[in-house]
């Protein structure tokens, strides 16, 4: 005697990296699942963008397949976001799930993003209160990324600056870092100041442009009097009965 249909059991899915955000990274673009269950011998499946993909209907599944067949496709080309993946099973042949009750597994798309600075550096002048630095990513990530970064330079010191971490909000395209120069000394020679971004939320990446620096030029007024120093004390050296 045959086993009515509706009494099947869903079927079992087992997905690597199961989880409700998951990313492919290259030359891992596709997924590979095994699809299982009691009594289920056959399957058929079908996986889109989660908005436009119904598990209900018909239209879209695969031809019937050996239960021992994993599902292995690729999804290179389809754009971030959120997937699903719609998996009917047989007892027999013609003993299939009724689409409405498909088993179901979702998860979001995303290629790594890449992190780096908007440019490799820029120049203040003694008195700015504080330098901004800009980080952008190459691509929108659909959760937050944590960015870490480091500073160097001798305004470290003289400012007790220390690294820190910013936060890039989900679907933002950058963020700021912003250092305090609140106590920033005037000083007879350019200092240099330059932060690093030394860690970001996996799976995202740091980008070529890693590090971003500010010049902190003198005052002219210091460079001014320091020129007319050293030039009044070349023309004693050379031409005392002038003085």
Request: charged share 15%.
């Amino acid at each position: 005697m045959k086993r009515p249909v509706n009494t099947l059991r869903p079927c079992s899915i087992s997905v690597p990296r199961c989880g409700p955000y998951w990313t492919p990274l290259a030359p891992d673009t596709g997924f590979s699942v095994d699809v299982g269950g009691t009594l289920i011998q056959y399957y058929q499946y079908k996986f889109g963008p989660n908005l436009t993909t119904d598990c209900t209907s018909s239209l879209g599944y695969s031809a019937t397949r050996n239960a021992g067949t994993k599902i292995a496709d690729n999804f290179i080309d389809t754009a971030n976001g959120d997937m699903k993946l719609c998996v009917i099973g047989a007892y027999e042949l013609d003993l299939f799930q009724s689409y409405a009750s498909a088993t179901v597994f979702q998860w979001t798309k995303q290629t790594p993003a890449t992190l780096s600075f908007s440019d490799s550096g820029k120049t203040l002048t003694e008195g700015d209160q504080s330098i901004t630095f800009t980080v952008v990513a190459d691509q929108l990530t659909p959760l937050p990324v944590l960015i870490k970064y480091d500073v160097f330079g001798s305004l470290v010191s003289e400012l007790s600056l220390t690294g820190g971490t910013v936060l890039l909000p989900a679907n933002a395209s950058s963020v700021d870092i912003v250092i305090p120069v609140l106590n920033n000394p005037s000083s007879a020679v350019d200092r240099i100041l330059t932060v690093g971004i030394s860690e970001v939320s996996d799976p995202q990446a740091i980008g070529f442009q890693s590090q971003s620096s500010a010049i902190f030029k003198m005052p002219k007024e210091l460079s001014l009097i320091l020129f007319l120093i050293f030039r009044r004390t070349e023309m004693r050296y050379h031409c005392p009965w002038d003085f």
